[in-house]
T-cell receptor, first 113, second 109 residues
Framework: DAEITQSPRHKITETGRQVTLACHQTWNHNNMFWYRQDLGHGLRLIHY???????NKGEVSDGYSVSRSNTEDLPLTLESAASSQTSVYFC????????????FGQGTRLTVV | EDQVTQSPEALRLQEGESSSLNCSYT??????LFWYRQDPGKGPEFLFT???AGEEKEKERLKATLTKKESFLHITAPKPEDSATYLC??????????FGTGTSLTVIP
C-alpha cells in the first residue's frame, strides 16, 4: 500500500545544531507539505512543494528550508535549531491539481534543548 | 486574522448524545473544505471534502455540511471510539491547506 513515512519519530537536539527531518511518500503525489503543530496554534504551514525543484514558503518558514530533488522526498532542514522550534512536525502529500485531500505522516516530535 | 475558526475548542458528550462541531472561514473563493480526525500521537486522518454550499457527506455516525461561510460536522449517537480531535482545513488558492485549531471531542461511556 502507498504511504507517507517520516523519520525520525522522535529527536532531541541542541540549540544551534542543524537538523533534518525526512519525509518519504510512495503515492507519487506532486504536492508535498510540511506543517508544525503546537498547542493553541493548530497546524501551521512551513513550506510546500508542487513538484521536483519547486519549493515555496508557508506562513511560518523562518529558520526552515526544504529541497525537492525527486517526487518521493521532501526533507525539512532547521538551519540552526532554536527552542521555539520545539514542536511536532507533520509531512503531508496530495495529488497534483486542486481539490484533492492531503495524506499525513505520523509526525516527528522534535525537542530543542 | 485567522482564516479558519473552529468551535467549541473542547466538547464532552455522553455516549449517544448527538451534537455538532463548527468550522467557519473568512476566505473568499473557497476551493474546498476538508475535515480530518486526529488521534493522540498520530497524524490527521482524512474524513470528508466539501466543495460547494449545500453539499453534504456522510460516513457512519458523521455527517458534514457546508454553507457559504461555515461547515458543520454532525455526530449522531456518538460512541467512545469517536473521541478524537477533529480538524477543519480550507483550500482557497493554490493547493495549500489552512487548518483551524481543532475541536477535542470526548465521548463518555
Amino acid at each position: 500500500d502507498a504511504e507517507i513515512t517520516q523519520s525520525p519519530r522522535h529527536k532531541i537536539t541542541e540549540t544551534g545544531r542543524q537538523v533534518t527531518l525526512a519525509c518519504h511518500q510512495t503515492w507519487n503525489h506532486n504536492n508535498m507539505f510540511w506543517y508544525r503543530q503546537d498547542l493553541g496554534h493548530g497546524l501551521r504551514l512551513i513550506h510546500y512543494s508542487y513538484g521536483v525543484q519547486d519549493t515555496n514558503k508557508g506562513e511560518v518558514s523562518d529558520g526552515y528550508s526544504v529541497s525537492r530533488s525527486n517526487t518521493e522526498d521532501l526533507p525539512l532542514t532547521l538551519e540552526s535549531a532554536a527552542s521555539s522550534q520545539t514542536s511536532v512536525y507533520f509531512c503531508a502529500s496530495s495529488e497534483g491539481g486542486s481539490y484533492a485531500e492531503a495524506f499525513f505522516g505520523q509526525g516527528t516530535r522534535l525537542t530543542v534543548v | 486574522e485567522d482564516q479558519v475558526t473552529q468551535s467549541p475548542e473542547a466538547l464532552r458528550l455522553q455516549e449517544g448524545e448527538s451534537s455538532s462541531l463548527n468550522c467557519s472561514y473568512t476566505v473568499s473563493g473557497l476551493r474546498g473544505l476538508f475535515w480530518y480526525r486526529q488521534d493522540p500521537g498520530k497524524g490527521p486522518e482524512f474524513l470528508f471534502t466539501l466543495y460547494s454550499a449545500g453539499e453534504e457527506k456522510e460516513k457512519e455516525r458523521l455527517k458534514a455540511t457546508l454553507t457559504k461561510k461555515e461547515s458543520f460536522l454532525h455526530i449522531t449517537a456518538p460512541k467512545p471510539e469517536d473521541s478524537a480531535t477533529y480538524l477543519c482545513a480550507v483550500q482557497f488558492t493554490g493547493n495549500q491547506f489552512y487548518f483551524g485549531t481543532g475541536t477535542s471531542l470526548t465521548v463518555i461511556p
